[in-house]
């Protein structure tokens, strides 16, 4: 063996002796294409891409059925917003090259500079245009989380214009600063290996903001504001759980070691989660629930976002039982403040977040990840200190930065529908839809048809076609 | 004609409806709806919200008989829906007026 080797050194050595002169003088040849990772980064790009469908779901089922409509509407106009914003500007702002370590520029306006060849800043085994695509599905999703604070009252014109303006100057900053060459959060050596901050204490932060600035919705502490339809919910919990392993396997943006230990981190902490908020909540009111079994495996993947590939499985497993106890307990915080959270974003994804950032100071390893750093438990308290930092000011970002767009457009157009069409509900009265007619009869209680349309039309044609 | 509205608990559908056939009385409405009496609703709980839930799950027959069966047929019902617990349900007798059967046009006793 040893003398095969000596001789292929060799005959290595020999090489350059036998190029031509040109050759030496060339950069070292692109890194290569790989197969399994381009699979593996596509493939996770559309698992994250399901996750907004599922968070559709997940807190479709969890508002009044004649709001069911409106809160589906919001995630799936996200999925058409923001892909078209980040291939426009969007990802150039959060990942093209620095400006004062704050911001991307437009030089990929338009994805130039965005193909097949890849950008070994981010991702050098797979093309740039895949790494893309898989951050945009991520895009996408973080300002549909913020739908569920302001859940039941939002206006829609006030929606797509906050979602925008956010997208653009919340969320592409944010993700320069932690994932961008040049972004402060990275040069200070903070670790967010799929979104802890970025995605969770942003949508979070932001969702407090949404949340008090909009206002309570009509009837809190009065009327019930009960979910209508728990098994969509758990559905869509289901397709987050799936989802999620691409959302933080996928952040190793290549497939081999590291996607498996976040992979495996992933799962546990959600698993551990789940039976911690269940635990928690039967001994605080006496039952388990299948929305507490739900809302803790979501919590317990919102925690273990951020730290997933840099902790190892059994570190994995205590994020999350923390993070089950710990949001089960902060969604009960609303209550206490009295800001109307429809849906639990700020506990869940806020606390949660933020638990799992600081979590990954103290749990970090570099024997998980060598491109990682240690946290507390291994020897290096700087970490969580910094950490701290990232937490802190994505915070303020995400909570301040919403106030003021928020206020901006009250101003502009008004951010809640009125009154009646919130008693009405969002389905009648923003999207003219209805989301259940089920049962025999209930087609009877409507008439006309295509044949309304038609008539109407007719009636809009100018005089001289009679004619 | 009198019409016999029968406030029952869901389970104890069939039973009735086993009690009045075996009456010859072979038709019946039946509804699903929400009341209470003196029976407690129940409690749900979604993280942490507690919301009462007063109204209990019912369902109601309503079924017209000849003035000659109504006592009987309310003395069925009563032994077939009570079980003795509170929220057995109720019910009550009024007077038709008029009863008409839709396919033939008879009138009276001969449309029910």
Known sequence: MRRARTLTAALLGALPLLLPASALAEAAPPPAISSGDTTFVLISAALVMLMTPGL??????????????????????????????????????????????????????????????????????????????????????????????????????????????????????????????????????????????????????????????????????????????????????????????????????????????????????SA?????????????????????????????????????????????????????????????????????????VVGVHALGGTWGALATGLFASKAINAAGADGLINGNPSLLAIQAITVLCTWALGFAGSWVLLKAIDAAVGLRVSPDQELEGLDLSLHGETGYTLGPASGSFAHGGITAAASAALELAPQSSHQ | MKKIEAIIKPFKLDQVKDALSELGIAGMTVSEVRGFGRQKGHKEVYRGAEYAIDFVPKVKIEVVVDDNLARQAVELITQAARTGQIGDGKIFVTPVEEALRVRTGERGEAAL
């Open chain 1, 56 to 269: 559709a779901l997940f807190y479709g089922g969890m508002v009044r059925s004649k709001n069911v409509l409106g809160t589906i509407m919001q995630s799936f106009m996200l999925l058409g917003l923001i892909s078209v914003q980040w291939a426009v500007f969007g990802y150039s702002l959060a990942f093209g090259p620095d400006h004062w370590h704050l911001i991307g520029d437009l030089s990929w306006l338009g994805l130039q500079g965005v193909g097949g060849a890849p950008n070994p800043d981010y991702a050098a085994t797979i093309p740039h245009q895949a790494f893309m695509m898989f951050q945009m599905m991520f895009a996408i999703i973080t300002p549909a989380l913020i739908c569920g604070a302001f859940a039941e009252r939002m206006k829609f014109s006030a929606f797509v214009i906050f979602s925008l303006v956010w997208a653009t100057l919340i969320y592409d900053p944010l993700a320069h600063w932690v994932w961008g060459v040049g972004g402060w959060m990275r040069n200070l050596g903070a670790l967010d290996f799929a979104g802890g901050t970025v995605v969770h204490i942003s949508s979070g932060a932001s969702a407090l903001a949404c949340a008090i600035v909009l206002g309570r919705r009509q009837g809190y502490k009065k009327t019930p504001f009960m979910p209508h339809n728990l098994p969509m919910t758990v559905l869509g919990a289901g397709l987050l759980w799936f989802g999620w392993y691409g959302f933080n396997a996928g952040s190793a943006l290549a497939a081999g070691d590291l996607a498996t230990s976040a992979f495996t981190a992933t799962h546990l902490a």
């Open chain 1, 272 to 344: 551990a989660a789940a039976v911690s908020w269940v635990f928690a909540e039967r001994l605080h009111q006496g039952k388990p629930t299948t929305l507490g079994v739900a809302s803790g495996a979501v919590a317990g993947l919102v925690a273990i976002t951020p730290a997933s590939g840099f902790v190892g499985p059994m570190s994995a497993i205590i994020i999350g039982l923390v993070a089950g106890a710990l949001c089960y307990w902060g969604v009960s915080l609303k209550w206490k403040f009295g800001y109307d959270d429809a849906l639990d």
